[in-house]
Nanobody, 126 residues
């Protein structure tokens, strides 16, 4: 059974950092584009970042540029989202998603991805 599991969320003060992890089981991450999304209460899901199957392409939402870094380690079947200088507006449930067959491209659109995790909560508070 194909499954994605996010971890690493939690409570952090503004200016702090968190590293989110996305683990795949039942399949291998290679040859998959992977995206990170977030959804805050009452708001639409936002594509935060994505990485292509080879890691050659990454993309970030304007809100994440300069603060977040996406990376992948296919030997561990993991994708990460390093989040620095966190702000209260980063508070949301964060999801990872995967789509097979995109080695050199990715997208921050929800409809691009077939496999989704259950999410991990990130709360940034003063």
């Amino acid at each position: 059974q194909r499954q994605l599991v996010e971890s690493g969320g939690g409570l952090v003060q503004p200016g702090g950092s968190l590293r989110l992890s996305c683990a795949a089981s039942g399949f291998t991450f290679d040859h998959h584009a992977v995206g990170w999304f977030r959804q805050a209460p009452g708001k639409e899901r936002e594509g935060v970042s994505c990485i292509s199957g080879t890691g050659s392409m990454t993309d970030y939402a304007d809100s994440a540029k300069g603060r977040f870094t996406i990376s992948r380690d296919d030997s561990k079947n993991m994708v990460y989202l390093q989040m620095n200088t966190l702000k209260p507006e980063d508070t949301a449930v964060y999801y990872c998603a995967a789509q097979f067959g995109f080695l050199s491209s990715c997208a921050r659109r929800s409809d691009f991805y077939d496999d989704w995790g259950q999410g991990t909560q990130v709360t940034v508070f003063s």
